[in-house]
């Protein structure tokens, strides 16, 4: 019950959220912050466009929301894998341990230090 509850809530809280990215365009709404880093320094961090990235591809925006930040496209499945992986623990523990891999972590780690680099070198 407390499991169903809790499954409940965060696709609640998904659901809000995409509504609010589908109607709201970062680049022009208050309601989302903008980037410190990017602030601060002027460099853009490995995350910066991803607001904007995900108001694009909720307005079926594809192209768009690769430009706003193309590391989006391999990180959200990459992730929604290891999510579902902890769901299915449990179930199959070998499939948690295959995308928990140190090997893949650092490898992922190392593809988003190379991302940040070139985006800021090449102007991404």
């Given at each position: 019950m407390r499991r169903t509850?809790?499954?409940l809530l965060a696709i609640a809280v998904i659901l809000v959220f995409g509504v609010i990215y589908y109607a709201l365009d970062p680049t022009s709404s208050p309601l989302f912050p903008q980037c410190g880093l990017l602030t601060l320094t002027g460099y853009k961090c490995p995350g910066c466009g991803s607001q904007r990235a995900i108001h694009a591809l909720l307005n079926g925006?594809?192209?768009a929301a690769f430009k706003h930040?193309?590391?989006l496209f391999i990180a959200?499945?990459?992730l929604l894998l290891c999510l579902y992986a902890e769901t299915q623990r449990k179930r199959n523990p070998r499939r948690y341990a295959q995308l928990h891999s140190s090997t893949l972590i650092w490898?992922?780690?190392a593809m988003v230090l190379i991302w940040w680099l070139l985006r800021n070198i090449f102007n991404w």
């Open positions: 509850l809790v499954v925006d594809v192209v930040n193309a590391m959200a499945p990459w490898f992922f780690l």
